[in-house]
């Protein structure tokens, strides 16, 4: 049985002032071009499909033209929700598509929607769990009479949660079983752009899966496995959303499940790479040195770009002018004795019958751990007797 698994593409996403549909459409049609030359028996997307709960009309075309294009290649197509998503809106309608190999994960309600797909060495079940949180758990299994309202009392933990929903999903353990999840699992290397609590309240122990033959995890934007868990793995983003992200390596995950019975052919797992229409650079240096011929040769000045100037100095409209030599910049700071200092002004009870351009000097000398220029010093004093003259 072989399994395309995919998540996070965060359909809608922008950035700064940058809007990602074109890198979207570009790795979209990459990802079909994939599916189109390996033929996986089921594709699964295992959430946070949009950006946000109320998406876009871009981002909802943007997914219309890619799950038709998926369902014209007759392709099993197995999608859950993540916590950006509304469960109830990315499911709207799902009992109508799911004729065409569209199958999206209703509203957690109790149970986990199941498939059933076939291959040479039986049968494969494609549970469908979309992001739950404990009360959201709480809430199903008393509702559908699974458990009591003490017993759903006693889950208080994402963990908890997440054990009490598997064990009320009925598996047979004789059978291959794949869960498509969007949860954080302990242990997970995470970046900038992910939404993990903090303290670690939603993490879930590896082994609450480990009856599961595969599990599909999206939530995470980098792609690994957990540790000596190899059957357990996120797949990561397509394209990278954050400047954490400028080592990733974006990839589609093919998984491939053998005999149940055969330990040596259970399962392998091998990456597809994917090419951007952009990549992402974090570049420093004084703004002499980024705008110079020499560092110009070797840069990449169509990526997403963050620059960390080294000047001491601000370097006036220095975005506006790095924009003529980097038009994607989405990001500057400084990294100068400035910014690397902090010092604490003067309580107002210590300043004492010190002038006003004395005490603006100290301001800035903490500010800015170097004392003023005469210059500086000349314009303040110029500017604080045209205030004076102003209130006069």
């Known amino acids: 049985m072989k399994l395309m698994h995919i998540s996070d593409l965060h359909l809608g996403k922008r950035i700064s002032e940058f809007s990602m549909t074109e890198d979207q459409k570009h790795i979209l049609k990459q990802i079909t071009e994939a599916v189109k030359e390996e033929t996986p028996d089921a594709i699964l997307i295992a959430g946070d499909v949009y950006d946000r709960s109320v998406p876009s009309t871009e981002a909802m075309e943007l997914l219309e033209k890619f799950l038709y294009e998926l369902a014209d290649g007759k392709n099993q197509v197995f999608i859950i929700s993540g916590n950006h998503d509304s469960a109830e809106r990315l499911s709207f309608g799902s009992a109508l598509i799911d004729r065409s190999g569209i199958h999206i994960a209703p509203v957690y309600s109790g149970e986990a929607k199941c498939y059933e797909l076939q291959d040479d060495w039986g049968a494969v079940n494609i549970y469908t769990m979309p992001f739950v949180k404990p009360t959201n758990v709480r809430h199903a299994l008393v509702n559908c009479g699974k458990l009591t309202e003490d017993e759903a009392a006693q889950l208080d933990s994402y963990a908890k949660a997440m054990r009490a929903a598997i064990e009320n999903m009925g598996l047979d353990k004789s059978r291959r079983n794949v869960l498509v999840a969007h949860q954080f699992v302990t242990g997970a290397a995470t970046c900038e752009s992910e939404d993990v609590n903090v303290g670690g309240l939603d993490n879930i122990d590896a082994d609450v899966f480990e009856d599961f033959d595969y599990v599909a995890l999206g939530h995470l934007h980098g792609p690994q496995t957990l540790g000596s868990k190899k059957n357990i793995r996120y797949s990561g983003t397509p394209l990278k959303y954050s400047f954490s992200e400028v080592d990733h390596n974006k990839s589609i995950t093919i998984v491939e499940l053998g005999d149940k019975m055969d330990e040596t052919a259970q399962l392998t797992i091998r990456?597809?790479?994917?090419?951007?229409?952009?990549?992402?650079?974090?570049?420093?240096?004084?703004?002499?040195?980024?705008?110079?011929?020499?560092?110009?040769?070797?840069?990449?000045?169509?990526?997403?770009?963050?620059?960390?100037?080294?000047?001491?100095?601000?370097?006036?409209?220095?975005?506006?002018?790095?924009?003529?030599?980097?038009?994607?910049?989405?990001?500057?700071?400084?990294?100068?004795l400035r910014t690397r200092t902090e010092n604490d002004v003067t309580d107002a009870g210590e300043l004492g019958e010190r002038s006003e351009i004395e005490m603006f000097e100290e301001l800035f000398e903490k500010q800015n751990n170097a004392e003023m220029s005469q210059a500086q010093a000349d314009l303040v004093t110029r500017l604080l007797e045209e205030l004076k003259e102003e209130m006069a």
């Open 271 to 336: 990456e597809i790479p994917l090419r951007p229409l952009h990549d992402w650079a974090d570049v420093r240096g004084t703004f002499e040195q980024l705008t110079g011929e020499k560092f110009l040769r070797s840069a990449d000045r169509e990526a997403y770009t963050r620059v960390t100037l080294l000047d001491e100095d601000d370097v006036p409209e220095a975005i506006s002018r790095l924009r003529d030599f980097y038009p994607n910049i989405m990001n500057l700071r400084y990294d100068n």
